[in-house]
């Protein structure tokens, strides 16, 4: 089953504009400087490695 994203990934980068952040969820590559983001947790694993959200969204 394949799950489809891009409505969620939309929401978490209009919310961290909204947060004055920029809208850069799911983005990351293997680093990300914005250490207050609310939603960096859900978008780099523990590890520092980037989760994989349906790339693609503009």
Known sequence: MTEDFSDLVRLIRSLQRL????????????????????WREYCLRSDGEPMYWSEEIQ
């Open 19 to 38: 947060e004055g952040h920029p809208d850069c969820f799911g983005t990351a590559d293997h680093a990300c400087g914005q250490t207050e983001c609310a």
